[in-house]
């Protein structure tokens, strides 16, 4: 038996954007200063728009992979799409869907800078955060809207 799963394309989309802006506001004016010195990215230093657009692109494009997994994740959850019975409140699959991916894949990843590649807690807390907050907003953007 395999689950029914049905994507959104146009919420993975918003899904995308939605995680875009919150990065550009958490790594901006939230944690940008703190991020910057953590990285060790010399004051007042900034990038030109070309310099940027390497960086955006593949942000963008790994922001729309992880979108795309997580459309599939939060609907494994569902009983429904295993035709199992009925499904709980949607911010269930959203919250489950966001957590898992990011406590067995993403926080690994990130000790894993901190141990073999001299990264501070600092910024294992601030990337570890925003990772936590961007996968709940996709996974409750993708459980909400079907």
Known sequence: ??????????????AVIASFLLGGLWYGPLFGKA????????????????????????????TFLTAFVLA????????????????ASAAVYGFFGGFFPWLGFQVPVLLNAVAFERKSWKLFFINAAYLFISLQLIGMILSYWR
């Open 1 to 14: 038996m395999h689950p029914l799963i049905h994507l959104n394309w146009l919420a993975i989309i918003v």
């Open 72 to 87: 599939h994740e939060v609907q494994v959850w569902r009983p429904s799409s295993w035709n199992a019975g009925t499904d």
């Open 35 to 62: 991020w910057r010195k953590e990285m060790g990215v010399p004051e007042g230093v900034k990038p030109s728009g070309a310099e940027m657009t390497k960086p955006i692109v593949l942000n963008i494009i790994g």
